[in-house]
C-alpha cells in the first residue's frame, strides 16, 4: 500500500511562506492523483489542493486559491505545497493524500491512502 509523507511544516508569522512535500518512498505517483488536506483543531478535514495524474490539472480550495500553488517533480517523486501570504487560519494539520483516479479530487471520501500529517502554524 502507498506510504505517504509529509515534511516542511513549522512555525510561521502571518505573510510569510512555506513549502510543503510529500513523498513516496518505493513509489511513483506516476498512477496517483495527489491532494493536500488540512484540519484545524475542533474542525473537519477539509480538502486544499490536488493535482491530477494524468495532465496535472489542479484544483484549489477557494480559501487559499491565489496564495497556494500544488507542483509535482516527476524526477524526485514529489508534491510540493507552496503556501505564500499565510494567514492564521492557515493553522492546521495538513495532510497528503493520494487516490489511483486520474483526475484529481478534494473528497475526503475518494482517498485511498493518506500520511501522518505535518503541522502548520502561523502566528506573530
Known amino acids: 500500500q502507498l506510504q505517504l509523507a509529509e515534511s516542511g511544516g513549522g512555525l510561521v508569522q502571518p505573510g510569510e511562506s512555506l513549502t510543503l512535500s510529500c513523498e513516496a518512498p518505493g513509489f511513483s505517483f506516476d498512477w496517483y492523483s495527489i491532494a493536500w488536506f488540512r484540519q484545524a483543531p475542533g474542525k473537519e478535514r477539509e480538502g486544499v489542493s490536488c493535482i491530477s495524474s494524468t495532465d496535472s490539472s489542479t484544483k484549489y480550495a477557494d480559501s487559499v486559491k491565489g496564495r497556494f500553488t500544488i507542483s509535482k517533480d516527476n524526477a524526485e517523486n514529489r508534491v510540493y505545497l507552496q503556501m505564500n501570504s499565510l494567514k492564521p487560519e492557515d493553522t492546521a494539520v495538513y495532510y497528503c493524500?493520494?487516490?489511483?483516479?486520474?483526475?484529481?479530487?478534494?473528497?475526503?471520501?475518494?482517498?485511498?491512502?493518506w500520511g501522518n500529517g505535518t503541522k502548520v502554524t502561523v502566528s506573530s
Open positions: 493524500a493520494a487516490d489511483s483516479s486520474y483526475y484529481c479530487s478534494l473528497s475526503y471520501y475518494a482517498m485511498t491512502s
